[in-house]
């Protein structure tokens, strides 16, 4: 088996903890601790992520999607890929070191995406983009963590929240949509949906986009 090459190291801001990114032939991963947290093999839930969003928000000129966090651009690609020429897409990325690996050694896998003048990329935290907004976007997609049940950053937990809801609620416009991804199902999560005032569905994806692989889920919450 080819081994594992680290390539390099990133501290999670606000936080003791780092991501690092390894190479194995012409696979990457992003790992925290023993988790993976991201694999360029695995990219069918995250490009579902934009292209179900999309679908759900047929008929609407120049869209303004926000997106939170880049990982390995997958549903970055995805969005360029459907929301039009005249559309606008916000990515908001707080630990720097994921744009430069995007630039650096994966630079193949990013494919240009982070240079598509529709792009805007942000290093903040997606959440100071949410509160700051009203009626501002379309489409927010957040795919910040391992889901509600958050892995990388305890203070991701208030995008969740019903504040953090509440405040999505605010940033979108009327008809406009919540996606979020997950690596689990999270029934308390989805009632928190609802009672912040979206039409909630839940979709059960596939991690490959050959169909198989682990099963993921993403919500899609569309502002009444």
Avoid at 65 to 92: E, H, N, P, S
Avoid at 180 to 187: C, E, Q, R, Y
Wanted: neutral net charge; charged residues 25%.
């Amino acid at each position: 088996m080819t081994p594992r090459e680290l390539l390099d190291v990133a501290k999670i801001p606000g936080t003791n903890d780092e991501l690092r990114l390894f190479r194995r032939g012409g696979d990457f991963m992003i790992v925290l601790d023993r988790n993976e947290l991201m694999n360029s093999r695995m990219s069918g839930s995250e490009e579902a992520l934009a292209t179900m969003t999309a679908e759900r928000l047929k008929g609407r000129a120049a869209q303004h999607w926000l997106i939170g966090g880049y990982g390995m651009g997958f549903t970055l690609r995805a969005a360029l890929a459907v929301v039009g020429d005249k559309a606008r897409v916000t990515v908001a990325e707080l630990v720097p070191e994921i744009i430069d690996w995007a630039r650096g050694p994966m630079t193949e896998l990013a494919a240009g995406c982070l240079d598509d003048p529709r792009v805007a990329v942000v290093r903040d935290d997606v959440a100071a983009l949410i509160d700051d907004a009203q009626g501002d976007h379309d489409a927010i997609l957040l795919d910040v963590d391992n889901g509600p049940d958050g892995l990388t950053r305890a203070s991701n937990g208030r995008l969740y929240s019903a504040r953090g809801l509440d405040a999505a609620r605010a940033a979108l416009k009327p008809g406009g949509v919540l996606a979020v991804w997950s690596a689990a199902p999270d029934p308390r999560f989805a009632r928190r949906l609802k009672d912040a005032g979206f039409a909630v569905e839940e979709v059960v994806v596939r991690a490959r986009s050959n169909g198989k692989g682990p099963r993921h889920v993403i919500w899609f919450a569309t502002r009444i």
